[in-house]
């Protein structure tokens, strides 16, 4: 039988194992179980902080958790829910302080990248914050970009790279619905608080409905079913693609998913939303889903989705079979992103992961609804955003 010290010497000895050994343990480890390594102890938590500062580390790759953001008028909550898909929709719990950097009562969601969350707070200002390592930046403006920034809504916030790498990063805003504040804007961050630079695009009224950034370029999707392809640096666009196909298909895949005879009936209308994706093999898509709105009951339900794909060298897209092969979709608010299944088996290939009401699963290929069942709470009518934890 072990005596009451030898067990303690036991316990003292995991505090004391080598840094090199603790080392390769951390590279193994996705972001979520660090974070469980880091409280330990405190040899361990610094023993983490070392490794994950290094410039070389990468940590392991790990499918985004849903972050399910509430209000104290909606949820008995206060605050976020992260939903873990690979540990069988397990459900973290951060207060809205800690997400969201002190904003809680003010915040507005613009988008993620990165691990990093764009939120505006109440004098319309943007901020990137991390609700993991609880890092804040703010963005520069000059009068006329604050001015700009008060008159219009800010839709969206993309990133060039990740802020914890380089501070010296670049941004694209999606501003306003309402002619004409709807346009584009490019920011240039610098760790110097005195450098940064803001371009305003010459085209307005473009009524962008999407932007993502991929390889250094910003790409924009119009309601005139056009793509636009900008650099951070000029007020025009370097390109544009005519994607009139996209609308057409989507239309005649929406007729097909209702099964109602044509004219539909006029207490119901349908909307498309389109969106960009970056493939896990690279590439790019845009995804549209489609939406059938009942007039009666005032409701909007997806009935299916429809994805193409996008070649900017040639200006091609192309509707793609109903699959995504080895792929699954996790749709967001105000972004998506595309996930391997070869490497996290634990999704469903050819699927598209969204929320409406609940958290859905819809299968292209089968053309099929199925409801996670996770225990997530009320999360009806939330903000829902995919992201990667990042302990920078």
């Not at 080392?23 to 996705?30: D, F, G, H, P, R």
């Not at 901020?127 to 001015?147: C, H």
């Not at 192309?318 to 092969?325: D, V």
């Not at 391997?340 to 929320?355: H, Q, V």
């Amino acid at each position: 039988m072990v005596s009451p010290k030898k067990k303690l010497a036991r316990m003292r000895n995991w505090s004391e194992l080598p840094s090199e050994l603790l080392e390769l343990i951390i590279k193994k480890l996705v972001v979520v179980d660090t974070i469980r390594f880091k409280s330990v102890c405190r040899y361990w938590n610094k023993a983490a902080q070392s490794t994950i500062s290094s410039p070389s580390y990468i940590p392991k790759p790990q499918i985004p958790l849903l972050m399910l953001s509430t209000r104290p008028t909606m949820d008995q909550f206060h605050g976020c829910r992260f939903l873990n898909l690979e540990e069988n929709g397990k459900v973290y719990e951060l207060n809205n302080d800690v997400v969201y950097g002190g904003f809680s009562d003010d915040a507005l969601y613009a988008g993620s990248s990165y691990g990093w969350l764009a939120i505006l707070d109440k004098k319309t200002e943007p901020y990137l914050v991390n609700p993991f390592s609880r890092a804040k930046i703010k963005f520069q403006l000059e009068p006329t970009t604050r001015l700009r920034f008060e008159k219009g809504l800010v839709i969206k916030i993309v990133l060039s790279s990740n802020p914890s790498r380089n501070k010296n990063f670049s941004a694209a805003v999606l501003c306003g619905i309402v002619p004409p504040n709807n346009r584009l804007a490019f920011y240039e961050h610098s760790d110097n608080s005195n450098s940064f630079t803001w371009t305003w695009s010459e085209f307005e009224n473009e009524f962008y409905f999407d932007i993502t950034c991929h390889n250094g370029k910003v790409y924009a999707l119009n309601f005139f079913n056009s793509v636009h392809i900008w650099d951070f640096h000029t007020s025009l666009p370097i390109k544009a693609v005519d994607t009139i196909n996209v609308k057409m298909e989507a239309k005649k895949l929406a007729m097909e998913l209702l099964r109602y005879p044509v004219p539909m009936p006029d207490n119901l209308s349908l909307f498309c939303r389109p969106c960009f994706v970056e493939s896990s093999s690279g590439e790019i898509l845009i995804l549209k889903q489609i939406h059938l709105y009942s007039v009666d009951n005032d409701t909007m339900s997806t009935i299916g989705f429809v994805v193409f794909t996008f070649d900017d060298e040639t200006g091609k897209i192309e509707c793609m079979p109903q699959t995504l092969s080895d792929q699954a979709i996790l749709l967001g608010r105000r972004e998506a992103t595309s996930i391997s299944t070869r490497d996290f088996p634990k999704l469903e290939a050819n699927s598209i992961y969204f929320m409406d009401e609940y958290l859905e699963i819809y299968n292209l290929k089968k053309d099929k609804f199925t409801r996670c069942v996770y225990e997530y709470g009320s999360s009806t009518k939330s903000l829902s955003c995919w992201m990667v934890p990042n302990l920078w």
